[in-house]
């Protein structure tokens, strides 16, 4: 019995990859509002252009802390 | 027996993954529905402002916990 | 008993199939919300087009990170 387990790698890739599953489908319904709402008022494009950031990075935050923590949790750092 | 597990990593990584599924989902729904509403209803932003901040607090909140209780179940704590 | 497990490979394709999903989702939200625009408000297609390819581009991008970190947490590079 020489080897036990032949699937190698880290926990920290399936981490990150469901840690990005949400900030993927968040991320795209932020953009989706702001695409139909500008179609439909285009005088409201200014307005509401902040808060596209503003979601886009705390959404995305969410997928980045994956990496980060995938890296802290290995015991790389 | 040589090798026993080749896969390296803590389960926090996974549960943090998982833990961070929903809150992007959510934060973006809070965000897109505030842009669409500020598009359509311009007059009404600064009185749905404070429910797109406090939304998030409590979203981003369940992602977060996933982090802090992914070092304490790992006994690093 | 010879072979205990004969499931081999790395974590890093289960990762990086689990990170396409949510930009999957995402990325058609994004040109779904265009075209519907766009059919709309023909007018507003150039004034939306650039966010199309913004939020493509940050969408996907969670998704390609997904193949980076793979290589990076298995430990080739």
């Not at 990150?16 to 494009?45: C, D, H, K, M």
Request: proline share 4%; hydrophobic share 55%.
């Amino acid at each position: 019995m020489d080897i036990v387990a032949a699937v190698e790698g880290s926990t920290a890739a399936i981490g990150y990859g469901l840690a990005a599953i949400g900030p993927g489908i968040g991320v795209g319904l932020v953009f989706a509002a702001y695409i139909q709402s500008t179609a439909r008022q285009p005088e409201s494009s200014r307005m509401t252009l902040p808060y596209v950031w503003i979601g886009f990075a705390v959404i995305e935050a969410l997928a980045l802390l994956g990496i980060a923590f995938g890296f802290i949790w290995q015991g790389n750092l």
